[in-house]
């Protein structure tokens, strides 16, 4: 397997998921900090913070899913070609 996974990532399959995933998780935690003033939990222990957050998760996709419904945001149709930088 150590021979192995070296081989999936360097691959261009797994170069485009590394490109791809990078950019999407980014994208949303700094959505998150600047655009919704989200910086700091409420609390600290670690089963409210999970709490806190899935909550502000699921507000975050029912607003994502009004936009959509409301033709405000067009469906993610993914990439159609592998592409390598």
Same mark, same amino acid.
């Given at each position: 397997?150590?021979? /192995? *996974?070296?081989? &999936? %990532?360097? *691959? +261009?399959?797994?170069i485009? /998921?590394?490109?791809?995933? *990078?950019?999407? @998780?980014? =994208?949303?935690? =700094?959505? %998150? /900090?600047?655009?919704? !003033?989200? #910086?700091?939990?409420? $609390? #600290? !222990?670690?089963? !409210?913070? $999970?709490? +806190?957050?899935?909550? $502000?998760? %699921? =507000?975050? &996709?029912? &607003? ?6 409301h &033709?405000?945001?067009?469906k993610f149709? =993914?990439? @159609? +070609?592998?592409?390598?930088?």
């Open positions: 397997m150590k021979e /192995k *996974s070296p081989a &999936n %990532i360097q *691959s +261009e399959k797994g485009v /998921k590394r490109q791809t995933h *990078s950019i999407q @998780t980014e =994208g949303h935690f =700094g959505d %998150i /900090k600047e655009n919704e !003033k989200f #910086r700091r939990f409420n $609390y #600290r !222990k670690t089963d !409210k913070v $999970y709490k +806190e957050f899935m909550l $502000y998760a %699921i =507000g975050r &996709n029912i &607003n994502k899913y009004h936009r959509f419904l &033709n405000e945001l067009q149709e =993914g990439k @159609t +070609e592998l592409k390598t930088a």
